[in-house]
């Protein structure tokens, strides 16, 4: 991926920032949804519910908005989907044994 995108940049004449953010914005819009580590990271806590924090990621914006997109639309006006993600670490037991 990183020589691909360096071929397309060095085939490019300008060395304009603003190309570059334009050419990678469909990329880090991306990574920023599947909840990256290289962006920010995760907000591993021993509770169910990861602490939310300006520093780290409580869990996946994408899973949230995936989990509203499944459930399709709802007759009910009354009633709402407020999903919620949470990043654990896979060896973790503490809160559940699956996270």
Same mark, same amino acid.
């Given at each position: 991926?990183?020589s691909f995108?360096?071929?397309?940049e ?14 990678m914005?469909?990329?880090l ?5 599947e909840g ?12 169910l519910v990861?602490?939310?924090s300006?520093?780290?990621? #409580?869990g996946s914006?994408?899973?949230? #908005?995936a989990q ?14 407020t999903p919620?993600?949470n990043f654990?670490r896979v060896?973790t ?5 699956l996270?």
């Amino acid at each position: 991926m990183v020589s691909f995108i360096d071929g397309i940049e060095k085939g490019h004449t300008s060395s304009n920032d603003k190309w570059t953010e334009t050419y990678m914005k469909p990329l880090l819009d991306a990574m920023h949804l599947e909840g990256s580590h290289a962006l920010k990271e995760p907000c591993y806590d021993n509770s169910l519910v990861n602490e939310k924090s300006p520093k780290c990621l #409580q869990g996946s914006p994408w899973s949230e #908005q995936a989990q509203k997109i499944m459930a399709g639309n709802i007759a009910d006006k009354n009633v709402d989907i407020t999903p919620q993600d949470n990043f654990h670490r896979v060896y973790t037991i503490v809160p559940v044994h699956l996270p």
